[in-house]
């Protein structure tokens, strides 16, 4: 009886485990949204975004980390490459 029980649950324990990589495998993300975001190509990642016609809130979060990421760079960078990247982005947004 005992051994029939912890068998079982092993069984149940490991198809969930199973059942929960599988789906980690298969849906892996291949959006360029993410792609764009893993590489650390913030702007791209914004204006994505901005040009989808229905983002969903996966999108908008990795906007939104990616304007913060962006923001802290400007903070960090030469007043010349700021204002050729702040212009980049407002010929867009217009």
Do not use: H
């Not at 649950?9 to 975001?37: A, C, E, H, M, P």
């Not at 906007?63 to 010349?80: G, I």
């Amino acid at each position: 009886m005992r051994k029939n029980f912890f068998v079982t649950l092993g069984f149940i324990f490991i198809s969930i485990l199973l059942g929960f990589l599988v789906w980690k495998i298969l849906t892996r993300k291949t959006d360029s949204v993410y792609k764009n975001f893993s590489k650390g190509n913030w702007e791209d990642v914004v204006l994505e975004v901005l040009r989808k016609k229905d983002p969903d809130l996966e999108d908008y979060s990795y906007a939104s980390m990616s304007l913060s990421e962006y923001n802290f760079e400007l903070l960090t960078t030469a007043s010349e490459k700021k204002k050729n990247r702040l212009q980049v982005c407002g010929k867009v947004g217009a």
